[in-house]
């Protein structure tokens, strides 16, 4: 079957999952944890088959950290499932209940999108936590990893499908493409797949985006601000920005530029460069910033002179953009020109200096006195994370489960019709019921 | 300047009109009530300039009543003003606040989304309208109407625009495209648009969604179904047909087919047949049905059979589809499939057939015992429409003023970094604070 075919089916079958009950999706959660746990022989053996052609093909250590599925990894995953079973049926929520008139009720209920298409970096974890949620907001699930642990996605697809559809779950429930040229056949079944949910290099997401009409949640650029105020906390300021530019250099969370209020660059510099050498940060600026920073001695990056275009610039490495700003409203038209909208943080004691810069820019979060480090659905509580969208439109920023569902209006009537209400014959009285 | 250099300036003011407080914006609605009433002679005068294009064009009568701009649609103009000034403020609102840890409080503020682009039909009325709603909002707006009203809307943009600025707004809240051609220069303006509310024709509104990266909410089609199940009341079902039908045919809310149950079919189309001969309703089917209505004596439209591809048909005309069907379930496998996913109604006195269907079409409206012609935020007690969305992310259905609004979150912490927390130094509490 083509996947065309198969994103057909899944939308026919998109009303009877999102029909399934909360038990339903519960005990093929459950079956999936169970079914994992009793084959981990056979996904490690493919594991460990992934990992000998990442060897082969002489891939990074950090890489394949990400590739391995071990008994660490399983049990982290089983923990996900469960913390997933444990959250509350996010379907059949009456969002709103109103009264237009006697006997006419109208009701916003909460319902699964229907049918998901994620595409996710090679990492067998996330299919496990993908289907999972998927499952459970009752979606229909559309899924292509990467393809260096294809064994291992192999496996854990097949246990994972064999075990929700055992539970009572529709048979099109979940569908995993393999070959990478099932993507660009994805991105023309609009008609079928209501989102896709693309997750990797800036490059490949804005590919998905350009290359496609059904609507896309995610984030392409992650070029984060910290600026730090002539009334910041000087050493905190060190910390929160060796954290934010080093805690994990490559999340879209990282620092990529950091802003310095003129009124103390003098003062900061030095302290700022001791930090950055230690942690090995190296960093870029343009002409007058250079000159600040080679006076205090940091680590210049190679090609070190920006030009103003280059503040665009997403390292996802241990190298910093820096900038010397004339104080927070030099730093705002900054970030809003130059940023991606997804987190910027302001170092500084002063309430009303915060409390503008919170309102000003103009991005998914705005942080004041911590590390932008923090934008993530797991520390914002959400339990788990379906991805980080800059879009302004649905949800914005880290995306938990309520980024997969939208809602429906159902309207019970007792034979009203529109034209009695237009020619004065019957009138809305309103009355919120909830 | 170029719509997009008017575009870019309104993006750098867009926090400033965010930031602006609820009395601001109230006294710029209240200034442009005032203006209105007080320049109502330049602006009647305007108005028979674009009447007396219309005439010279031999414009339809139908189409001349929307360009119409009188004492009468004035005074509802001013009517809603005064309910959009009445509406409590939507920015600001906490819609989440939460201790992640001590001295580390997440908040989901709502915001304005910022600059949006609207364009509508010919009709004044619609200009003041929008302008209200964004400027209540806080969004930016760029707005483009129909060519036929040109005059009446550059009278009615400029008293609008110089109330708004005199009340303290940026100088770039509001721009008025009048040159067809901005409207393809407006599509390119990603960089600085947030949103496109395209209102008009199928063909129109789908030459917006394919021919631009920014984000579109509205609905092409509006291929509306009511299924006459054989639980139904038949006589309150055709009162409800003959309404969804005939009471503002051109609307998108319309019904343009109409499911019949085999069961009842000999017993209730000879009974529609009358209704719809009164009204003028013609009629098409597949093969089965048109045999069926030729038996009842329906008028026919010209080309009355239908091949199954033809059920898509939106017609805006006194035309309906008729297809007899085998119950619930073929009606909803039809609506889902022929569909456009904006409301649909099932006659029922069945409870369990009509819970079926409210589950199982995935449609913004499923209604039960009551004319498709609710759709409409007006109905809904929205207070303001903004337009109807068929898209399932953000908005769905009749969108009042919310969906003009985003969020952002804001993060407050006291030097926290996320190395404590990856390092089990610190810990996350999670106590939702509303």
Do not use: W
């Not at 913390?83 to 009264?99: A, C, F, N, T």
């Not at 590390?371 to 914002?380: E, K, L, M, P």
């Not at 800059?390 to 914005?396: D, E, F, G, N, V």
């Amino acid at each position: 079957m083509t996947i065309q075919e198969e994103a057909h089916r899944m939308k026919l079958a998109s009303p009877l999952m999102a029909a399934s009950s909360a038990e339903e999706r519960n005990r093929a959660l459950a079956e999936i944890r169970d079914a994992l746990t009793g084959h981990k022989k056979e996904i490690f053996d493919a594991n460990r088959a992934d990992l000998a052609r990442a060897d082969a093909d002489a891939v990074s250590d950090s890489v394949k950290k990400r590739l391995r599925f071990d008994e660490k990894k399983l049990s982290s995953v089983l923990a996900g499932i469960d913390q997933v079973m444990s959250l509350p049926d996010p379907i059949g929520k009456v969002l709103l209940d109103r009264e237009l008139d006697q006997n006419l009720e109208l009701r916003r209920v909460r319902v699964p999108i229907g049918v998901i298409g994620v595409i996710f970096e090679a990492r067998p974890d996330a299919l496990v936590q993908i289907s999972s949620l998927c499952i459970k907001s009752g979606n229909c699930a559309i899924l292509k990893g990467g393809r260096e642990t294809k064994e291992t996605n192999r496996i854990l697809f097949s246990i994972i499908k064999d075990a929700a559809v055992r539970a009572g779950l529709p048979a099109s429930c979940l569908y995993q493409a393999e070959a990478h040229s099932e993507i660009d056949e994805l991105l023309q079944c609009d008609r079928d797949v209501d989102l896709l949910i693309p997750r990797g290099s800036n490059a490949f997401v804005r590919y998905i985006m350009d290359h496609t009409r059904i609507p896309v949640m995610g984030h392409a650029d992650g070029v984060c601000h910290t600026y730090v105020d002539r009334d910041a906390d000087q050493d905190a300021a060190l910390r929160i920005l060796v954290d934010a530019k080093t805690q994990y250099a490559a999340a879209c969370n990282a620092t990529e530029t950091v802003l310095i209020d003129r009124a103390i660059a003098g003062y900061f510099l030095p302290k700022l460069s001791r930090a950055f050498r230690e942690e090995g940060v190296r960093v870029r600026g343009n002409q007058e910033s250079l000159e600040a920073l080679k006076k205090a001695d940091f680590l210049l990056a190679e090609d070190p002179l920006m030009q103003d275009e280059d503040y665009h610039k997403e390292y996802l490495d241990l190298v910093a953009s820096v900038k010397l700003v004339d104080g927070v409203k030099e730093a705002v038209s900054h970030i809003n020109r130059f940023g991606s909208h997804h987190t910027d943080a302001i170092l500084t004691e002063n309430d009303r200096t915060a409390a503008y810069f919170l309102q000003m820019v103009d991005s998914a979060g705005v942080y004041r006195n911590c590390s932008t480090r923090f934008a993530d659905g797991f520390r914002y509580g959400f339990g788990a994370e379906v991805g980080i969208s800059t879009s302004k439109l649905h949800a914005r920023g880290p995306v938990g489960m309520e980024g997969l569902m939208t809602y429906k209006y159902e309207l019970i009537g007792h034979g009203q019709i529109v034209g009695d209400y237009a020619d004065g014959k019957a009138s809305f009285h309103f009355r919120d019921l909830i």
